[in-house]
């Protein structure tokens, strides 16, 4: 099946920043004790943001400003990078059209849970959630996974339910149509990630 849409790659959008304010919440993931912590309630300047609060291949930030709802069936809406916002609609509608059930999704949502770890074991750099570009599906059944080069009963859940490709029918399967149209728009699924990962509901530009 093949469909025409825009790569995610090619939308390089300018911000302006003319008499803009961001606003944003944020927290940090603590490694030390799996806990998430020191919440914050940002509000600055468009003008004062940091390379590291713009995602560069799309030009969102992790200002809530940067992001637009989208409506999913009878689903809670979402938020999601405005530049992306179209392809995720109607991807995620389609892949329900033709039989696929969604029961939980999350969009932007912002928080430190990866790069480098402070010396409080907090994590230092934004997630692809931060910036609305990525998307987790079904997380009951398409659970994160640790010590996962390869799925195998060495693999340990670390958040969300067990993923039963051949058992459950809102596991997310590899040969899905939604992993065929995410991956036509330029992004990844976090179960094909590289590494000791494998992130079932994940979908983002990179995979993480």
Same mark, same amino acid.
């Given at each position: 099946m093949r469909l025409d849409i825009v790569l995610l790659g090619l939308i390089i959008p300018v911000i302006s920043v003319a008499d803009q304010t961001c606003h944003y919440q944020s927290y940090r993931w603590n490694t030390l004790t799996r806990q998430a912590e020191f919440f914050e309630s940002v509000t600055k300047s468009y003008a004062d943001l940091a390379p590291h609060e713009i995602d560069n291949q799309t030009g969102c930030s992790v200002c809530i400003e940067d992001q637009r709802q989208v409506i999913i069936? #009878?689903?809670?809406?979402?938020?999601?990078?405005?530049?992306?916002?179209?392809?995720?609609e109607w991807i995620l509608n389609m892949s329900i059209a033709e039989g696929f059930q969604i029961r939980q999704l999350r969009g932007y949502h912002?928080?430190?849970?990866?790069?480098?770890?402070?010396?409080?074991?907090?994590?230092?750099?934004?997630? #692809?959630?931060?910036?609305?570009i990525a998307v987790d599906v079904n997380s009951d059944s398409n659970g994160l996974y640790e010590n996962c080069v390869e799925f195998g009963?060495?693999?340990?859940?670390?958040?969300?339910?067990?993923?039963?490709?051949?058992?459950n029918p809102l596991s997310i399967r590899g040969d899905s149509l939604?992993?065929?149209?995410?991956?036509?728009?330029?992004?990844?699924?976090?179960?094909?990630? #590289?590494?000791?990962?494998?992130?079932?509901?994940h979908f983002s530009v990179s995979g993480y």
């Open positions: 069936a #009878n689903l809670k809406p979402i938020r999601v990078c405005k530049q992306i916002a179209g392809q995720i912002v928080g430190r849970t990866r790069g480098e770890i402070d010396v409080h074991g907090r994590r230092t750099k934004f997630s #692809n959630h931060s910036f609305g009963k060495q693999c340990i859940l670390r958040r969300g339910g067990d993923w039963l490709p051949d058992e939604l992993v065929e149209l995410m991956k036509d728009s330029g992004f990844l699924w976090g179960g094909e990630i #590289n590494g000791r990962q494998k992130d079932f509901m």
